[in-house]
């Protein structure tokens, strides 16, 4: 009877100490910043896709990367194994997620007030496709507002930015250029 | 004066004699002249000093019942159209007309790049004999090693691809015939029975809406634009068409991994394409191009290996550095 007790006890016991440090890991995962826009969170941008932690500590972490071609998956997938390593998780792996495809729509809130904050125009939602891809020989239309003054008279300047994932635009009310990251 | 000339000769001879540098190596005990910049944080690595697996951790499970060295060869068929047309493109960069399409141009040739590394590693891992060997030792990942160290003949992209750049308005014919085949192919490659395929394609396909819009609203502007820019469409459409049929002729691989459920039949979107051009032809009040396509020669076109002579010059440039540093890490 006192036996049985002490092992439930001794297991919830590892049920709580596997929870906290599966916590510290996602904490630690969710800190790293993305090199090309370091006010937002992997995490924010919806590129972290999940955290495990095995019983032995060793942690795996999946990321999708927003496009193909991504310079910076390296630095990512680095940063996340340097931040993990001074969390006290040696033992890190990245695994590279393809499916499904990142979208845009996976950015948090808080990374869209994020990239507001910071004179990035959020990106709206990305439309729903039934059949196959439309062409669109006009300039897209987006309801965008300028992040700087407000303002909804903008115009596209490019659908291609200094990152992949932005479009360039400019506001015709107070001339400043700005980014808006692209719907994808 | 002689003394001047042994002055100079001096001189030439220091310059000849300097040994030429290493790439740095980061693990050199000595450390490299690059340390100092490092400042001893790792997190000071600039992108793309390390390379791993780009399908790292991606289910890269053979399916059953399609040939491993079909599957290998036909991803080498996409990531060539795709590794080709982004070397192209990116002759571009910094010669652009403007700020604005010198970006548009280098982000098209960054994503085509990708979907490249990708197929590169795809169909290394389905048929390892298709990597081209190195001396031993030599870190180049097997991407790198089919990228910069197979020949002209062994590249098996169309040969659409590999035409030189031209003016600005070749280069849009180019992008838009290119990349309306490509989406069209990849829309039924997202139900490959392939996971990698299947995930490359439907990626992909965001990414290469993006690129035939671009293409096809240049295309507009330039037919509906100045005397000379319509003259310069309609030449530039005259010089590429020829090339077009070439994308929708099945090859046998192709046709062996369409029946297998893993790769797509080009000729089946063949229709599809024409409607979706005809739409920007018709918008641009240009007429359907009715050049013969180009022939092949002894049977053979791009994905035998059988190229025009664009190509060997685009290789050679892409590989000169790597090929002389096959030791190199970068």
Known sequence: ?184 | MPDELDAIQSVADDVVHQPSHPAPDPNDAHGSVYDGLLGGDPSHWAFGTDFEDPLAGVDTTMPEGVDAADLGTYCLMLADDALIASQRLSEWCSRAPDLEDDIALSNIALDLLGQARLLLARAAAADPSLVPALPEGSPVPAEDALAFFRDAGEFRNVRLVELDNGDFAVTIVKLLLHSSARIAIFEQLVDSRDHVLSAVAAKGIKELTYHRDYAGRWFLTLARGTEESRRRIDAALGQVSPLQAEMFATHAVEARVAAAGVGVDPATVADAVAVVLAQVFALSGVDQPTKAPLAAVQGRQGRDGMHTEALSRIVGEMQVVARAHPMGQW
């Not at chain 1, 507001?116 to 669109?136: E, I, K, Q």
């Open chain 1, 1 to 184: 009877m006192t036996t049985t007790t002490a092992t439930a006890t001794a297991t919830a016991t590892a049920t709580d100490d596997a929870t906290r440090i599966r916590e510290r890991a996602l904490a630690a995962a969710r800190s790293v910043t993305d090199p090309e826009m370091p006010m937002l969170t992997l995490d924010d941008l919806g590129i972290l896709r999940s955290v495990e932690v095995s019983g032995s500590g060793a942690v795996t972490v999946a990321i999708t990367p927003t496009y193909t071609g991504c310079p910076a998956m390296a630095t990512m997938r680095d940063d996340l194994v340097r931040v993990l390593g001074v969390a006290g998780f040696a033992d890190a792996t990245i695994r590279v997620s393809l499916s499904p495809a990142w979208s845009s729509d996976w950015i948090t809130a808080r990374g869209r007030q994020a990239l507001t904050d910071h004179g990035l125009s959020a990106p709206g939602r990305v439309p729903v496709r039934s059949g196959p891809v439309a062409l669109s020989l006009m300039p897209t239309r987006r309801e965008l507002h300028c992040p700087q003054c407000g303002s909804g008279a903008v115009e596209l300047t490019s659908e291609f930015g200094p990152t992949a994932c932005k479009a360039l635009y400019r506001c015709t009310s107070c001339l400043e250029p700005f980014e808006h990251v692209k719907e994808i």
